[in-house]
């Protein structure tokens, strides 16, 4: 799944609900059964997204919801295979976004 945020240091929970098409009570769900997920807090307690969590909301909605994974198995995955997980996950978005280009070049044909 390609997330299509502009580049900010942070992102509120509205703005990341919409870019992966989800509510807002999944994020919040998934910050409290992921350690990586740490979004600071400002002073009313609105949950504020680096960039770098977005990248692991978008690790965790590809195992769960693109891979099948159980909550359960996610975690084990992310703990045990991390590095490999984001490499291949990396080459994924890539490849994503060539696909991409490549039917937009082939739609102006």
């Known amino acids: 799944m ?6 900010k240091r942070y992102y509120g929970i ?3 609900a919409d870019a992966f098409d989800v509510n807002t009570s999944l994020i919040r769900f998934w910050e ?7 979004p600071k807090k400002n002073a009313k307690g609105n949950r504020k ?10 690790l ?3 195992l769960v919801k693109e891979r099948g ?16 997980t984001l490499s291949t996950f ?11 280009e490549l039917i937009k070049i082939k739609n102006q044909l």
């Open 90 to 100: 990396d080459v994924i978005q890539k490849l994503e976004k060539v696909k991409a």
């Open 2 to 7: 390609h997330i299509d945020l502009p580049e």
């Open 32 to 38: 409290k059964e992921f350690d990586v997920l740490k």
């Open 49 to 58: 997204f680096t960039p770098q969590d977005i990248k692991n909301l978008q």
């Open 60 to 62: 965790i909605y590809h």
């Open 69 to 84: 994974f159980t909550l359960e198995g996610a975690k084990i995955h992310l703990k045990e295979d991390k590095l490999k």
């Open 14 to 16: 509205g703005e990341v």
